[in-house]
């Protein structure tokens, strides 16, 4: 029960040797980098990445057990540049019997630039081993300097297998502890694994409070772990990576014509508190990459859903949304105009000298027109079709490229069609 000297459950089981250690065989395992490292008593600064509750704070503590080092934590919240440099120590002064330094920063992604870049020497140095802990890409939140002096290892969600062998040693712990012999029906169970979605220390804070519940109860049944966990929330950092795996699974399902899963992403988005207007944003992306003119009412249809969003509010704007992600998922796909821009882009690049042709010049003065600028234009309009058959509109070392090529669906099948058409009275001339 809660009181002044109260550890939660997820303290108490906390692995006290790497024999203890649940997960992460790829990194502690028999074969493991960091076991091998550990066995040659060596060790260099790294960031632990993965999602929460995947042991990162317990395998620092662990190294440094193993390491005889001394932990210092730091927090972003209240560890400016000034108060870093005076935990670490000055690193001119170093005592040859003086115990390793292992710096603990839990969350370094919220750590600023300057933050950050206060540790470089002392990594750089060695004078320290710094292990940073991080739910966010490393690359993205992580200065360029200091990752370059870090390992990075990837950890990842505990396996059912893991989470199995935490749950039996939460309920021997807490039977023991509290001299009950209190039982789980295998309904409870499961639904408190599948709760945890390989987050430990969400197993163990729910195992915790079913077994507070009891009273004078003697099993811990699934109406008791509903209680105990409540609805599940959806929620998510909006600058972290499983915002962006969201986004990214909405925009995949919109181009791969799935309806049904682009709705779902869509929906997820804003029960977990996204921005309606990121998705509106996302949509009109979408409509110009992955639909093009293959429908070019796509773009019209994403900004009309996004103006009426902003004139009757989310209830009814987040329905004009969806119609959107309806229309946008079962229109004709193309990204043919993507491809034409990307191809145009680096014809200009490979091409910096392309000069205009001297037919296609302006010729606002009677110099320039001395100069020929203008001269042998010809005046579609004043052509069979209104096109100039046969005319070059391109720098003569790009002649003859072609940078659009439609699809053969929704309207670009048209637009193919003309293309050949004119291409052919190209071909008269």
């Known amino acids: 029960m809660p ?17 203890d250690y649940v997960g992460q065989s790829h990194l502690v395992g028999e074969h493991g980098t960091i076991s091998k490292m550990l066995a040659q008593s060596t060790c260099y600064s790294m960031i632990f990445w993965g999602p929460p509750g995947t042991g990162k704070t317990s395998l620092v503590h662990l190294i440094a057990k193993q390491l005889d080092a001394d932990v210092i934590e730091l927090s972003a919240i209240n560890a400016g540049v000034k108060e870093i440099r005076a935990a670490i120590g000055d690193s001119d002064n170093v005592d040859l019997f003086q115990k390793q330094k292992v710096v603990f920063v839990d ?26 802990a991080t739910t966010e890409n490393p690359s993205f ?50 639904a408190l694994l599948m709760h945890a979605n390989g987050d430990a220390r969400t197993l163990l804070m729910s195992i915790e409070i079913c077994a507070d519940m009891l009273a004078n109860e003697s099993q811990i049944n699934l109406s008791m772990v509903q209680k105990a966990t409540g609805s599940k929330v959806l929620a998510f950092d909006k ?22 899963g682009a709705l779902y992403w869509f929906a997820k988005l804003i029960r977990s508190g996204g921005d309606p207007l990121v998705i509106a944003r996302r949509l009109l992306a979408i409509a110009s990459e992955d639909i093009g003119n293959a429908d070019p009412r796509a773009l019209q ?19 004009a949304l969806a ?21 145009a882009m680096k014809a200009v690049e490979n091409h910096t000298d392309g000069e205009v042709p001297v037919h296609l010049r302006n010729a606002p003065t009677a110099l320039a027109k001395e100069m020929g600028h203008g001269s042998g234009y010809r005046y579609a309009h004043n052509e069979p079709h209104a096109y100039a058959a046969g005319e070059t509109y391109l720098p003569d070392a790009l002649i003859g490229e072609r940078f659009y090529e439609p699809s053969d669906r929704g309207l670009e099948k048209q637009l193919k069609a003309k293309m050949a058409f004119l291409r052919s009275l190209d071909e008269q001339q």
């Open 3 to 19: 009181s002044a000297t109260y550890q939660p459950l997820a303290s108490l089981l906390r692995p006290v040797s790497l024999s």
């Open 107 to 132: 969350e370094i992604h919220r750590f600023n630039k300057s933050q950050q870049d206060a540790f470089l020497p002392y990594v750089e140095s060695g004078h320290i081993i710094l292990i940073g």
């Open 141 to 190: 939140s992580v200065n360029r300097a200091l990752l370059s002096r870090m390992r990075v290892f990837i950890l990842e969600k505990l396996q059912a297998e893991d989470l199995e062998q935490l749950f039996s040693r939460a309920i021997s712990f807490i039977k023991a502890r509290d001299e009950s012999t209190f039982e789980i029906d295998d309904e409870a169970k499961q």
């Open 239 to 260: 600058d972290g990576d499983h915002y962006y795996d969201l986004l990214s699974a909405f925009h995949k399902s919109v181009r791969g014509s799935s309806a049904d």
């Open 301 to 319: 249809v994403c900004l009309n859903a996004w103006d009426l969003y902003h004139r009757v509010g989310p209830a009814e704007g987040e329905r």
């Open 323 to 343: 119609q959107a992600v309806i229309y946008c998922a079962l229109a004709p796909k193309s990204n043919a105009v993507y491809k034409a821009f990307k191809a």
